[in-house]
């Protein structure tokens, strides 16, 4: 069956434009991630929904990151003014039970380039 | 906060060896540490992962094995092959909880044929 995917791969932008970033989670998963991912380093969580609702932020490093899943399937994480900083692989992953200790599946992620 | 620590960072070793890497956590409420394998450029995927009731899981070439009291676990990886060249990473999590991951900062591991 179908992975989870996100959409673009490859994304650069400006510094100070905006960009949104998609995931399609695998079909009838409850959970849904964000990781950010910097150059060498191990994912790092952003936030999480149960289905539609956003029930922990606390990984955005900024309120230019904002996050989304109006339907409770697909995702669309949202960076405002993007900064240098911001460069990095940004990973979705969907998970089927509404907690832990469930396997997560990733998506090859969103590269995210600021120049 | 959990914390998590991983070593050693790059792991080279000859085809057929074995590969040992290490990972420590801070938070004894943490009870699920799965591995991930990541491709340069590809999307992380879970090869085995172990829930605090157990000590030791293993599938085929790879094992885990976990010591509470002590806060680590350890992947295990025999008769390696080029193709298990990559980064690996540990990571936690409490099964009671939301489930997010926290993640190690890899080990890059080089198999020379």
């Known amino acids: 069956g179908a992975g989870v995917s996100q959409s673009p791969r490859y994304k650069v932008a400006k510094r100070g434009q905006d960009v949104a970033l998609r995931c399609d989670p695998i079909?009838?998963?409850?959970?849904l991630f964000w990781y950010q991912q910097a150059l060498g380093q191990g994912p790092e969580f952003l936030t999480y929904?149960?289905?539609?609702?956003?029930?922990?932020k606390s990984g955005l490093p900024s309120d230019r990151f904002f996050a989304e899943r109006p339907e409770g399937s697909v995702s669309t994480l949202k960076i405002q003014r993007t900064q240098q900083e911001d460069s990095a692989v940004y990973l979705c992953?969907?998970?089927?039970?509404?907690?832990?200790?469930?396997?997560?599946?990733f998506g090859p992620g969103t590269r995210l380039t600021v120049t | 906060g959990e914390n998590v620590e991983q070593h050693p960072s790059t792991l080279s070793v000859q085809e057929g060896d074995s590969a040992v890497i290490k990972c420590t956590y801070s938070?004894?409420?943490?009870?699920?540490f799965p591995w991930y394998k990541q491709e340069l450029g590809k999307r992380p995927q879970l090869i085995i992962d172990?829930?605090?009731?157990?000590g030791e899981k293993k599938d085929q070439r790879i094992a885990v094995t976990l010591n509470k009291t002590a806060k680590h676990f350890s992947l295990h990886i025999t008769e390696t092959q080029p193709e298990d060249s990559a980064v690996y990473f540990c990571?936690?999590?409490?099964?009671?909880?939301?489930?997010?991951?926290?993640f190690g900062k890899g080990t890059k591991l080089s198999v020379k044929p």
């Open positions: 992953a969907s998970s089927l039970r509404d907690r832990g200790g469930y396997e997560q599946y």
């Open positions: 079909s009838g998963h409850v959970s």
């Open positions: 929904f149960q289905n539609e609702a956003q029930l922990d």
């Open positions: 938070d004894s409420a943490s009870n699920y």
């Open positions: 172990i829930r605090s009731n157990v």
């Open positions: 990571a936690a999590s409490t099964s009671g909880s939301q489930g997010n991951l926290i």
